[in-house]
């Protein structure tokens, strides 16, 4: 494997052109089948929803109702695995570490590759996720514990509601960052600029007014204390999709398996709205 | 009296050309010696200070190390009561409605004018005050629960130092609004846009963090009740530098009274940053 690859503490790495090329492709030859946080950290990473076709308006719409959890960076042509906009080169079958093969609402494999399951009436779309704003807040000085403690985002399915569209509905999930209050107030500042990767957050304080009874169990991902001087800080999160798709139960649909991202050629600070 | 600047809920105005020449007028003429609030919305109004120039070099590096609860928008030439930046014809001696003058950093009297106190060697500096982006708040619809309830904010000496810079050095003194947390969140949107009124919060949360150990109580101001839901938020107030003024005890200085501002011919939208 490739060292300048390997997963380390994001706010060590240096843009260097190419990475995320070199990165695809070493993903691409079957040599790295995990996590993508940490890899070419300097560009955007986009979770990975593929749809047969006859979904693919209601999914765009429920994209566009609710553009902090479903932020879309791209969507390709149908049947198509690509999306130059997003790197020239890219194969949305094969350039994923792992992917979710899902059919009636369940997942049912999670393939390293999925172009055996490829059929011309799919349509991708690729969403920003919150590996960017967490570069701009690690290059802002913002101590992010999770990532300090190797552990994965504490995440947690809220009382917040989507906007439906067609089949695709439900709960708002939200991820969760333990910041001090000066932190905090800094990290609106940072991430409003991001509104691709989720932008601002969506809640501050009292996990309760987002229908969260309990902190220390997350439905997904981590859990993570809040130490004395600290506020959680809840973002809208690009799990929110797949809670959808759970729930639309479409006979057949494929993501990213978590972690597992597509690592395009664009940087993170190209997506800076000022 | 002119009806057109008596005081009314701040988002209801609107940009009227000169209708803060007209206010200061209307001050000047000793028509109005009260609170400047809600006159002439629109336009950005001024905290006052006037020093003798012995401690001019001292109080203007004072507010260069500490722009969140000391940020300049003016200073007048030693013995001139003019800034014309800040308005053509404006007279510091006469233009705000109610003064304070100090002595050994007491306060000794409260004049309308101060054309009889002034002297050749008084250097006048105008600081950004907090009515500006409260007026921005109140447009993108965040409710400010003091003003409608016709009370002052809450203002708290909290444990953040000053840098101090000569004479002058102190506890910064922080505002507190109650803020359910998705306005909270908008709230630094905001004001991080108005760094010369003080800019973004400087804290958020917990108000034992920042040394203040009973919101019911405040060190100037009303107190206002936390509703379930809401945070409070805190941000540098322009009372700080009069805290530092009461700790040098300088043998004489002016400045406004409270709530008496002065009114600028700056429009709010002109301080808006991006």
Redesign the interface.
């Given at each position: 494997m490739c060292e300048a690859l390997a997963v380390k503490p994001r706010s060590e790495m240096t843009p260097q052109p190419g990475l995320a090329a070199q990165a695809r492709h070493l993903i691409r030859s079957g040599a790295w089948t995990t996590h993508t946080g940490g890899m070419a950290a300097d560009y955007v990473q986009g979770n990975l929803v593929v749809l047969p076709a006859e979904h693919a308006a209601d999914f765009l719409l429920y994209c566009q109702r609710n553009p902090k959890p479903c932020p879309l960076l791209g969507v390709a042509d149908p049947g198509s695995p690509r999306i130059p906009a997003l790197g020239a080169d890219l194969d949305l079958r094969t350039d994923l570490p792992r992917y979710r093969v899902w059919r009636d609402g369940e997942v049912v494999a999670e393939p390293a590759d999925v172009q055996a399951l490829w059929r011309e009436d799919l349509v991708s779309f690729v969403l920003g996720c919150s590996f960017s704003f967490e570069q701009a807040l690690l290059e802002s000085g913002i101590r992010l514990r999770h990532l300090e403690a190797g552990k994965n985002v504490a995440m947690y399915r809220s009382s917040l509601m989507t906007r439906p569209a067609g089949r695709f509905a439900g709960p708002m999930v939200v991820s969760m960052r333990p910041l001090p209050?000066?932190a905090?107030?800094r990290s609106?500042?940072i991430t409003?600029r991001f509104p691709q990767v989720h932008g601002?957050?969506?809640?501050?304080?009292?996990p309760r007014?987002i229908g969260i009874a309990d902190l220390a169990h997350p439905d997904y991902g981590d859990p993570i204390e809040i130490l004395p001087?600290e506020?959680p800080v809840f973002w809208a999160c690009g799990v929110t999709p797949q809670a959808a798709l759970t729930g639309a139960k479409l006979d057949f649909c494929i993501t990213h398996a978590p972690g597992a991202m597509l690592i395009t050629d664009l940087k993170n600070n190209q997506l800076a709205s000022?």
């Amino acid at each position: 494997m490739c060292e300048a690859l390997a997963v380390k503490p994001r706010s060590e790495m240096t843009p260097q052109p190419g990475l995320a090329a070199q990165a695809r492709h070493l993903i691409r030859s079957g040599a790295w089948t995990t996590h993508t946080g940490g890899m070419a950290a300097d560009y955007v990473q986009g979770n990975l929803v593929v749809l047969p076709a006859e979904h693919a308006a209601d999914f765009l719409l429920y994209c566009q109702r609710n553009p902090k959890p479903c932020p879309l960076l791209g969507v390709a042509d149908p049947g198509s695995p690509r999306i130059p906009a997003l790197g020239a080169d890219l194969d949305l079958r094969t350039d994923l570490p792992r992917y979710r093969v899902w059919r009636d609402g369940e997942v049912v494999a999670e393939p390293a590759d999925v172009q055996a399951l490829w059929r011309e009436d799919l349509v991708s779309f690729v969403l920003g996720c919150s590996f960017s704003f967490e570069q701009a807040l690690l290059e802002s000085g913002i101590r992010l514990r999770h990532l300090e403690a190797g552990k994965n985002v504490a995440m947690y399915r809220s009382s917040l509601m989507t906007r439906p569209a067609g089949r695709f509905a439900g709960p708002m999930v939200v991820s969760m960052r333990p910041l001090p209050a000066a932190a905090a107030i800094r990290s609106v500042q940072i991430t409003s600029r991001f509104p691709q990767v989720h932008g601002a957050p969506v809640h501050v304080g009292d996990p309760r007014e987002i229908g969260i009874a309990d902190l220390a169990h997350p439905d997904y991902g981590d859990p993570i204390e809040i130490l004395p001087g600290e506020l959680p800080v809840f973002w809208a999160c690009g799990v929110t999709p797949q809670a959808a798709l759970t729930g639309a139960k479409l006979d057949f649909c494929i993501t990213h398996a978590p972690g597992a991202m597509l690592i395009t050629d664009l940087k993170n600070n190209q997506l800076a709205s000022f």
